[in-house]
């Protein structure tokens, strides 16, 4: 079947250095990867947007500089926290589809970062 | 953007009672709209859905509406039981090509026995 691998399901880094994650799709092409963060009590703030074919689209409040993304092909795609902050830790998650926008992304068991 | 509004934040029923949760949503645009279970230490999983040609959906006790007009969906859970508890959202999908979807802020459900 298919599922959305995310590696490492934990970790921890110290305050301003760097994490990177990894989301692998198994099973289907993921034409689109959307990198999702729940912050403590929170819910998902979507981070950034890539689709095949189009330049990865950033919300407000995120930047390629803080969180760069890298989708090189349909079924990976990997994301850096630069310079972590408390205000970073949550867990990532990453939600790949195979299709367009009427159907729901399957979601990996996300990367839980905390900062020390 | 979408912005996806949901309620109640927490929502607590006995066993055996119906659960309900409402969302509504600002774009008329967005036509597809899931609903996602998470259950502590877990990542979210798609429970129900339904898109914008159906008013109603029923997966076995999860019931979906979609009212249009006044841009609101719910998901009711039939006959509650203590594996329902959990934290649910609800999410709306951008329409226009950009596969964005925006998540409502979450209902957490405990189930009393």
């Known amino acids: 079947g298919a599922l959305v691998y995310q590696y490492p399901r934990r970790t921890i880094c110290k305050s301003g250095t760097s994490m990177r994650m990894e989301c692998q799709a198994v099973g289907f092409q993921a034409t689109s990867v959307a990198w999702y963060r729940q912050s403590p009590q929170k819910t998902f703030e979507l981070i950034a947007l890539?689709?095949?074919?189009?330049?990865?689209?950033?919300e407000q409040n995120f930047t390629q500089e803080k969180f760069p993304i890298s989708h090189p092909n349909l079924s990976f795609s990997s994301m850096t926290v630069l310079n972590a902050y408390l205000e970073d830790r949550g867990l990532y998650l990453c939600?790949?589809?195979?299709?367009?926008?009427?159907?729901?992304?399957?979601f990996g068991e996300g990367t839980r970062l905390s900062v020390l | 953007g979408e912005q996806v509004e949901q309620l109640p934040s927490i929502l607590r029923v006995q066993e055996g009672s119906s659960a309900s949760i409402n969302c509504s949503y600002e774009?008329?645009?967005?036509?597809?709209f899931p609903w996602y279970k998470q259950e502590p230490g877990e990542n979210p999983k798609l429970i129900i859905d339904?898109?914008?040609?159906?008013e109603r959906k029923q997966i076995q006790e999860l019931i979906v509406l979609l009212d249009k007009k006044a841009k609101r969906f719910s998901l009711h859970i039939t006959d509650t039981q203590p594996g329902d508890s959990a934290m649910y959202f609800c999410a709306g999908a951008a329409t226009g090509g950009n596969n964005k979807l925006t998540f409502g802020q979450g209902t957490v459900l405990s189930v009393i026995p």
């Open positions: 890539s689709t095949v074919n189009s330049a990865i689209k950033y």
């Open positions: 939600g790949a589809r195979a299709g367009g926008w009427n159907q729901a992304p399957l």
């Open positions: 339904i898109r914008s040609n159906m």
């Open positions: 774009d008329s645009a967005s036509n597809y």
